[in-house]
């Protein structure tokens, strides 16, 4: 069986588990009415996107 060599650091096993920390995602706000969304995509409640209409959503 393979066995380490040497003995992990707690900073290399702490660095390692960093890697997969959770990061809560960021949101945007409309200029247009306030609500939020994500970053560099379509607005889910106007439809807009960069400042022009892309969606045609039911209000």
């Known amino acids: 069986?393979?066995?380490p060599k040497r003995k992990q650091s707690k900073r290399r096993s702490?660095?390692?588990?960093a890697a997969n920390a959770f990061i809560a995602?960021?949101?945007?706000k409309d200029p247009t009415?306030?609500?939020a969304f994500?970053?560099?995509r379509?607005?889910?409640k106007n439809g807009m996107?960069?400042?022009r209409q892309v969606?045609?959503?039911e209000v």
């Open 25 to 28: 995602p960021e949101f945007a």
């Open 14 to 17: 702490a660095n390692r588990r």
């Open 42 to 44: 379509v607005n889910p």
């Open 49 to 51: 996107y960069r400042g």
């Open 1 to 3: 069986m393979a066995n």
């Open 33 to 35: 009415d306030g609500s």
């Open 38 to 40: 994500r970053p560099h």
């Open 55 to 57: 969606l045609n959503v």
